[in-house]
């Protein structure tokens, strides 16, 4: 039973434009967000978190929206740039710090 | 910082074999992680670990150990690998909800 879905397996963007990379969950008791970014042949990266008492967080060019009644996450990207081109992952936790992963969205953007 | 650090980079192994994949940070961060990545999947935990003497099972504990002395260390126990245990094994290291990964293992069954 996969908790975290990511059901887009691969995203193509132009660069400049905005990336929207979407992430579903089952478990309403998770409370706490995360999304990675994962070069090849590296260890993920940190990139944004949230928390179920928020809807909204931004970081520079990166924007998480959670979505509570519909148990959604989405990550906006904007502007895009070629360097952003990785896989991408979500992450969920209830409590505690064991995170269940998604399967990831591979993201390409076109210069 | 070198931040987290696994050995080996790669390795094969034949089936029934065991090895250990060590794992070090130099952050004081008292919880820390070992997750696989299988092929087209996302990250699956292992065991983690909430401080030293302390560990727990993940998602997927089957066929592995654990155990945490120090704060820095934390190595992953194959006893008899099997060619299910070829994977991409991550470590990671945190205090907070956010978790800084090393580079990764690349085993190999055979």
């Known amino acids: 039973d996969q908790q975290v879905k990511q059901n887009s397996p691969s995203l193509s963007v132009q660069e400049g434009r905005i990336s929207i990379l979407n992430c579903d969950y089952t478990?309403?008791?998770?409370?706490?967000f995360l999304w990675y970014k994962k070069y090849p042949a590296e260890g993920p990266t940190f990139l944004i978190s949230i928390s179920s008492i928020k809807d909204k967080n931004e970081d520079g060019r990166f924007t998480v929206f959670l979505n509570k009644s519909a148990k959604h996450l989405s990550l906006h990207i904007v502007p895009s740039q070629p360097g952003d081109s990785a896989v991408y992952f979500c992450a969920a936790s209830v409590g505690t710090y064991k995170y269940i992963f998604g399967t990831g969205t591979r993201l390409k953007v076109l210069a | 910082n070198a931040g987290v650090t696994q050995t080996p980079k790669f390795r094969i192994l034949k089936i029934g074999q065991s090895m250990t994949l060590q794992c070090a940070q130099d952050?004081?961060?008292?919880?820390m992680y070992w997750y696989r990545q299988d092929p087209g999947m996302g990250l699956k935990l292992i065991y983690y670990s909430v401080g030293a003497g302390i560990t727990d099972k993940g998602e997927v504990p089957n066929g592995y150990n654990v155990s945490r002395s120090t704060t820095e260390d934390f190595p992953l126990r194959l006893e008899l690998a099997a060619p299910s245990q070829t994977s991409v094994y991550f470590c990671?290291?945190?205090?907070?909800?956010?978790?800084?990964f090393g580079p990764g293992t690349r085993l190999t069954v055979t």
């Open positions: 952050m004081n961060h008292n919880y």
């Open positions: 478990n309403s008791m998770f409370d706490y």
């Open positions: 990671a290291a945190g205090t907070g909800p956010e978790q800084y």
